[in-house]
């Protein structure tokens, strides 16, 4: 605009601003502040294990105790699974549903969530640690259970919860069993 005169502008790059406030906001739950931890390891890579648990149609393969039935629920942006996707849980021997938000999504790296079941709080952080060159995959699962007991209270009882209640340690192992026999059919095949 010739009535204007020179106009000084500066020129800023957005996208690894963006970068940077994502990489910096992270919700993670270590081990030392879980009220529970539970490891698994996987005969496969990663990003194996990290489609396997991360798709909730798997999921309901995994629980042959209690019959619970996962769907997908809303999607992040663009329809895909990440900061703000949700699954659904519907509880095959008991009545009632729960939600799981997702909350931090680093694929191939870990993932946080939060369960909610009417008034109960779960969050949690999923690890996905390579191991044997990365052929292998260690997972670890940090739980807490939002109940009003103290810290070390919680500690004692949300662990054999888990295990009474759900047989999470046996339903890890089971998860693994079933990775392994799907990719030798695959291999097989």
Same mark, same amino acid.
């Given at each position: ?98 939600? @799981?938000? $997702?909350? =931090?999504? /680093? ?9 909610? &079941?009417?008034? !109960? ?7 996905? @640690?390579? $191991?044997? =060159?990365? /052929? ?9 259970? &939002?109940?009003? !007991? ?27 069993? !079933? ?11």
């Amino acid at each position: 605009y010739e009535h204007l005169g020179d106009v000084q502008t500066y020129s800023a790059d957005l996208h690894e601003r963006y970068k940077q406030i994502i990489e910096t906001r992270r919700i993670f739950l270590e081990a030392k502040d879980a009220d529970a931890v539970f490891i698994q390891e996987y005969d496969a890579p990663p990003a194996v294990v990290w489609d396997w648990w991360n798709n909730p149609v798997n999921r309901n393969e995994w629980d042959t105790q209690h019959h619970n039935v996962w769907r997908m629920g809303g999607r992040a942006a663009g329809g895909r699974t990440g900061v703000g996707a949700r699954n659904h849980c519907a509880h095959g021997d008991r009545p009632g549903e729960s939600l @799981e938000e $997702i909350t =931090d999504w /680093r694929p191939f790296d870990y993932m946080s969530c939060v369960g909610i &079941e009417g008034n !109960l709080r779960m969050p949690e952080t999923v690890i996905f @640690e390579p $191991i044997d =060159d990365g /052929r292998r995959t260690r997972v670890y699962d940090h739980i807490n259970m &939002e109940i009003p !007991l103290p810290k070390f209270l919680r500690r004692l009882v949300v662990r054999p919860l888990f295990e009474i209640m759900a047989k999470y340690t046996k339903m890890l192992q089971h998860s693994s069993d !079933l990775l392994n026999q799907r990719l030798a059919e695959k291999e097989n095949a």
